[in-house]
C-alpha cells in the first residue's frame, strides 16, 4: 500500500515528513538498540503527576531475572478498584511503560483502577517468547496480589497499544485457555498480531511511523530462533475466539495493522464477542499519541476513554 501525503488526513500531515524520518531509522538495527538503551537510561523511573507511582521486582517463573514493573494509582478512591495490566508499545524491540505515562493518567482519570504495567524484556536481547513470558507472569502476579494492592480479585483488565496490544490480545488468549485468570475485557489498540504480514496494508506500505520495513525487521528480531510461531507469539494465528474477552480496539487506515486489526475484530464478532471498534480514515500508525491535538486523535482518543469507561462499568458491575 503506497502512502502518500495526500492520502493522510490534513490535520495529521504537518509530521507527515518527520514520521517518514521515524519511520526510516527504525529501518535499521542500531536504531532500535540506540532507543532500547535510551529509553533504559533516561526514561526508568520517571513518575506521573497527580498519580501516586511505585515501582517493583517481581519473580519471573521461566527463569528470567526479576521483572521491572511500574504501579499506578489514582491519589484517592474507594476499593477495590479494578486492575489493569498494561503493556507497552515499541515493535518488540524497544521502550519502557514510563513513555506512555500519558495514556495511562487518563485511563484512571477516566475510570478509577489500579495499572500495572511491566518493563517485560525486549527483543533487541532477548526474543520470543521472553516478553511474553514476563507479561504473562505480571498477569499472575497481579491474581495472586490483587487484594494487597487494593484491587478486585476476581477478574482483571489488559491492555496495550502495538507491539503492547499484541502481548495483550496473547495474555488474554492464553488466560482463557488456561483459565489461569479472569478477564474483565482487554483492549489490544492498532495491536501488532500478524507475523505472516501478508495483507494489503503491509505490502508496500511505506507510511510516516511504521511501515513495512520496520514491521519486517521488528518480528524478524522478535521471533528469531521460533521454529514454530503459536498464536501467544503471533495472535493473529488463533483460530478459536470463542473464549476471548469483550474488546475494545481502534486502528488508523494507512497503517500497516489495519487489515489484521479488522480480521482480529471479525473473527471476534463471529465468535459473538462484543467488540467496540473504529477505523480512522487518513490516519498512520501512533497518530494519537504523535500529533495528540490533532481533530482526529482527540476522535479517537475519545473513542477509546468512552468505551472504556462503559465496558469497566459494564464488565466489574
Known amino acids: 500500500m503506497k502512502v502518500t501525503r495526500e492520502m493522510v488526513d490534513e490535520d495529521l500531515r504537518g509530521r507527515y515528513a518527520f514520521g517518514r524520518i521515524i519511520a526510516s531509522f527504525v529501518h535499521t538495527r542500531w536504531f532500535s538498540l540506540l532507543v532500547f538503551r535510551f529509553s533504559a537510561s533516561v526514561l526508568r523511573g520517571r513518575n506521573i503527576r497527580g498519580l501516586v507511582c511505585r ?20 491519589t484517592s478512591a474507594a476499593g477495590p478498584l479494578p486492575i489493569m495490566l498494561y503493556m507497552h508499545g515499541g515493535g518488540y524491540v524497544h521502550g519502557v511503560p514510563e513513555q506512555f505515562g500519558s495514556i495511562l493518567k487518563d485511563f484512571i482519570d477516566t475510570e478509577p483502577c489500579i495499572i500495572v504495567a511491566p518493563d517485560y524484556r525486549k527483543a533487541v536481547e532477548s526474543p520470543y517468547p521472553a516478553a511474553f513470558n514476563d507479561c504473562y507472569d505480571t498477569l499472575l502476579w497481579i491474581r495472586d496480589n490483587a487484594a494487597s494492592l487494593g484491587g478486585r480479585t476476581d477478574k482483571f483488565i489488559v491492555a496495550g497499544h502495538s507491539a503492547g496490544g499484541g502481548l495483550a490480545a496473547a495474555v488474554s488468549l492464553k488466560a482463557t485457555d488456561t483459565n489461569d485468570a479472569r478477564i474483565a475485557f482487554q483492549m489490544p489498540v492498532y495491536p501488532m498480531i500478524d507475523d505472516r504480514q501478508t495483507s494489503a496494508s503491509v505490502v508496500g506500505n511505506d507510511a510516516p511511523v511504521w511501515d513495512e520495513k520496520a514491521n519486517r525487521l521488528a518480528w524478524s ?19 478459536d475466539y470463542t473464549k476471548l474477552p469483550p474488546t475494545i480496539t481502534f486502528v488508523g487506515s494507512l497503517e500497516p495493522f489495519r487489515d489484521e486489526t479488522k480480521i482480529y475484530v471479525e473473527n ?6 462484543p467488540v467496540a471498534f473504529e477505523i480512522f480514515d487518513g490516519a498512520y500508525h501512533g497518530f494519537d499519541m504523535m500529533v495528540p491535538d490533532a481533530p482526529i486523535s482527540r476522535r479517537a482518543h475519545r473513542f477509546l476513554m468512552e468505551n472504556f469507561r462503559k465496558f469497566a462499568q459494564r464488565y466489574f458491575d
Open 55 to 74: 515501582e517493583r521486582y517481581i519473580p519471573s517463573t521461566n527463569g528470567g531475572t526479576p521483572i521491572r514493573v511500574r504501579l499506578y494509582r489514582p
Open 221 to 239: 528480531r522478535y521471533l528469531h530462533g521460533v521454529d514454530t510461531v503459536t498464536p501467544y507469539a503471533a495472535a493473529a494465528r488463533c483460530t
Open 268 to 273: 471476534l464478532r463471529r465468535a459473538n464477542i
